[in-house]
Structure formats: structure tokens, C-alpha cells
């Protein structure tokens, strides 16, 4: 069984981790997230979670089984990886959605190949730091920290198992979507955003690629008013 935790009330919105992260790193964007039902969860072999990562496609599927086990639909966040097994989902299953909100997917476009493992291994400290920048893994909880340091090892596993995914499997999707980016990340990201049919794009000033961590309450913000919106009658 996935570890999940749950906060406030309201319409569900659930969140979902990438790549070297579990549910802890949500903590501080679940705390801005008022007026909803936050779903958090360790992605299955992640963190707090039982069980061996199994690759994407078992991810998608334990999304799936966890939107079935709430018997409604949900508002779904997506980071980075988590952000591509929600758009896979939403391609297959689109009635599971309420809305759906991704942080710079990580979505090989057709025809590349995934990244390969790197041969030697980044400290917790360096991936963090790589991706907040210097001195951040000082200003980390100390959950957010041991969020890092149990997930390196499957880290190396899903880098290397990335599958390209074709966007235009979403043309059926025809509920709220937004794709946020960073106004620190480098062009690619907007690149990436702009390919999703259908998609509203937003930019979070300052963030880099994990705003959860970094900007939680503007990103909040940005998730609260899009959902909000989404969930309104049309």
C-alpha cells in the first residue's frame, strides 16, 4: 500500500512527486493549499511507500487505483516526472479529472532517447543543490532532506527509463489544463509547455523547477485560482 497523507477539506487535489523526491516535499505547498482536500503520496518503491519502482506505467496505473479509491474525481498536480505520469493518465482516463496542473513534465519528445545513468552517483546535498541552488540544503527541513537522501537509489533507475510520450494523445482531454514553468528555467521548458494542445501556460517568478520548495506560497496561489476556476460551473 502507497503511504498518502491528506489535509484540509474540500474538492480532492492530489500531488504528485518526481523523480529523487517522495511526499514530504510537498509539505510546505500543502500547508497554502486551503479550500482543498490535499492527497499526497509516495510514489510506489519511494520514500515512506512499500514495494519496488515497477516504471512508469505502474505509476500511472497506482494514480489511477488512487482517483478510484476516492470515487471521484480529482484535481491533479504533477512535478516534473509526476507531471508526465499525470499527463499520461489524462490521455487514457481523462473523466478522472477535475482539472490537471503539471511543473514542467518531464516528456521526451518522439524520436529522442532518455538520458542515460550517470556513472558516478550526485551526493543528496549536490541534486538538491543542483536543482535549488547553492547553500538550499541548509534551508531544507530536515524531512525535506531525508526525502532526498531515501530516494538517489530509484532516482537512477526512472532516469534511464524515460519514454518518449506524444503529446497529441491529450486532444481528448477537455478538461482545465495548465502547464506553470519557472521563470528561472532554461527556454526548453516554455518550448516543452507550448507543445501540449490545449494547454494554459504560466510562469512563477524566480522559481526554478521545484517551486514547491522554493515559492510555495506564489505557486499555491497560481494552483489555487486554476482549480478553483476549473471547478466552477461552465
Known amino acids: 500500500m502507497l503511504h498518502r497523507e491528506e489535509t484540509g477539506s474540500g474538492d480532492p487535489l492530489i500531488l504528485v512527486h518526481g523523480a529523487?523526491?517522495?511526499?514530504r516535499h510537498w509539505t510546505r505547498l500543502a500547508s497554502e493549499l486551503d479550500g482543498f482536500r490535499v492527497i499526497s503520496y509516495d510514489r510506489r518503491g519511494h520514500g515512506r511507500s512499500g514495494g519496488t519502482h515497477e516504471g512508469i506505467a505502474t505509476d500511472v496505473e497506482d494514480l489511477a487505483d488512487l482517483i478510484d479509491w476516492l470515487k471521484t474525481p480529482a484535481h491533479v498536480v504533477g512535478?516534473?516526472?509526476g507531471g508526465s505520469i499525470a499527463l499520461r493518465l489524462a490521455a487514457a482516463a481523462p473523466s478522472a479529472f477535475l482539472s490537471l496542473a503539471v511543473h514542467e513534465p518531464a516528456l521526451p519528445p518522439p524520436g529522442s532517447d532518455a538520458p542515460s545513468p550517470p556513472d558516478q552517483m550526485p551526493t543528496p546535498r549536490e541534486f538538491a543543490e543542483s536543482s535549488l541552488g547553492d547553500g538550499a540544503w541548509d534551508r531544507l527541513t530536515a524531512e525535506e532532506r531525508q526525502g532526498f537522501e531515501d530516494n538517489g537509489?530509484?532516482?537512477r533507475a526512472e532516469i534511464g527509463e524515460a519514454q518518449?510520450?506524444?503529446?497529441?494523445?491529450?486532444?481528448?482531454f477537455d478538461h482545465p489544463l495548465l502547464v506553470t514553468i519557472g521563470g528561472d528555467s532554461p527556454p526548453f521548458w516554455r518550448q516543452m509547455a507550448d507543445a501540449i494542445p490545449g494547454a494554459a501556460v504560466a510562469t512563477i517568478p524566480g522559481a526554478g523547477h521545484l517551486p514547491h520548495l522554493t515559492h510555495a506560497r506564489e505557486y499555491a496561489q497560481v494552483l489555487r485560482d486554476f482549480a478553483s476556476a476549473g471547478a466552477a460551473p461552465r
Open 153 to 155: 537509489d530509484v532516482w
Open 20 to 23: 529523487w523526491a517522495d511526499g
Open 79 to 81: 512535478g516534473s516526472l
Open 164 to 172: 518518449p510520450f506524444d503529446t497529441g494523445a491529450l486532444a481528448g
